[in-house]
């Protein structure tokens, strides 16, 4: 912007924006303990792994993260399987919940 005026031309970016998670999550809990849980958690690969730093899995209250505890397990990106520990208090959760995590922000 000049002092006289706003210029006529203005510089421009194209904006890119993509979505990353982690799809057909599946998990088998192999812990006998009643209100613990542990074993293999798999998912498929996010569409645009590029934009993924790794997969955050939590238990949760709800599938859609409600009252979700600390991190269970971080993976990084390119492995498509996690072992959650054995152990691990499930008390008042109901679901395993996966997020993607980049560099800038979780989803």
Do not use: M
Not at 21 to 29: E, H, N, Q, V, Y
Not at 53 to 65: I, K, L, M, P, R
Not at 70 to 88: E, H, M, Q, R, Y
């Amino acid at each position: 912007k000049s002092s006289l005026a706003e210029q006529s031309t203005p510089a421009a970016v194209a904006l890119s924006d993509a979505v990353a998670f982690a799809g057909f999550p599946r998990f088998t809990d192999l812990d006998l303990d009643l209100g613990e849980i542990g074993g293999e958690a798999t998912w498929a690969p996010p569409p645009f792994p590029a934009q993924v730093g790794d997969v955050v899995v939590y238990v949760a209250q709800s599938a859609a993260g409600a009252g979700r505890s600390s991190v269970v397990v971080t993976t990084p990106i390119g492995t498509n399987l996690c072992t959650v520990p054995a152990d691990v208090s499930a008390a008042g959760a109901t679901h395993l919940v996966f997020y993607t995590r980049s560099v800038l922000v979780e989803q």
